[in-house]
């Protein structure tokens, strides 16, 4: 157990609906990453918050978009959701202090399926 | 920008086989090379890493050398086991850069049969 808690686990929606996923870092981690896995793109960077603040941007959609709430649990927000934003994605947490050695703590994974 | 590349997979074993997985990268600074695991269901967990050219990073078994000069980080085992299943990931990152998210490779599946 990681200690990254990520919910829904699954989640089957429609083409063109609004989803919300849902990211708890471990306990004073202060960072979140947002990554998107698919079996064409591999494991792609989305989006990194330290401590509520936006600090690196990846491949995001303008579609999506995301934010780190005081107690720094994460939300990653998919709108107009298109058959291609089918994917896992994973929510990472690290920094529990100042230094980051590149250890990066993920969560299971949303499963996304749109149809 | 930073970029890894992977051998394609999947790659099967027999248990007792000895395995390497390539792995070479592309940067502009001196990055920090990981390789990650995702076993079955789960999320990624960091395996081994090393930070400077020559460093080898070692963890259950796995072994990989940091090769600045070949910019690689090719991950071996000596002998793997049905438990070694799984999909492994190459990473690196600019650890001297505030943006500190990890640049995965493609991943490469291991699959060993008893």
């Known amino acids: 157990d990681s200690g990254v808690t990520q919910t829904p686990k699954h989640l089957i929606t429609a083409t063109g609906q609004r989803v919300t996923l849902r990211c708890s870092p471990r306990s004073g981690d202060l960072s979140v990453y947002w990554y998107q896995q698919s079996l064409d793109q591999g494991l792609q960077f989305l989006i990194q918050?330290?401590?509520?603040?936006?600090?690196a941007k990846g491949n995001i959609l303008e579609r999506f978009s995301a934010q780190q709430f005081p107690d720094l649990h994460s939300e990653l927000n998919l709108s107009s959701l298109e058959l291609g934003d089918s994917a896992l994605y994973f929510c990472?947490?690290?920094?529990?202090?100042?230094?980051?050695?590149?250890?990066?703590?993920f969560g299971e994974g949303s499963r996304l399926t749109v149809l | 920008g930073d970029s890894v590349t992977q051998m394609e997979g999947p790659v099967t074993l027999s248990e007792e086989a000895f395995l390497t997985i390539n792995c070479t990268y592309t940067a502009t600074g001196y990055p920090s090379l990981f390789w990650y695991v995702q076993y079955p269901g789960e999320g990624l967990q960091l395996l081994l890493k090393a930070t400077k050219a020559d460093d080898k990073g070692s963890n259950k078994g796995f072994e990989a050398t940091y090769r600045k000069e070949t910019t690689s980080f090719h991950l071996e085992k000596g002998s793997v086991q049905v438990s070694d299943s799984a999909v492994y990931f190459c990473a690196l990152s600019d650890l001297d850069t505030g943006r500190r998210a990890l640049t995965f490779g493609s991943g490469t599946r291991l699959q060993v049969q008893p």
């Open positions: 990472a947490s690290s920094a529990k202090t100042g230094d980051f050695t590149g250890e990066l703590f």
């Open positions: 918050y330290y401590n509520g603040e936006e600090r």
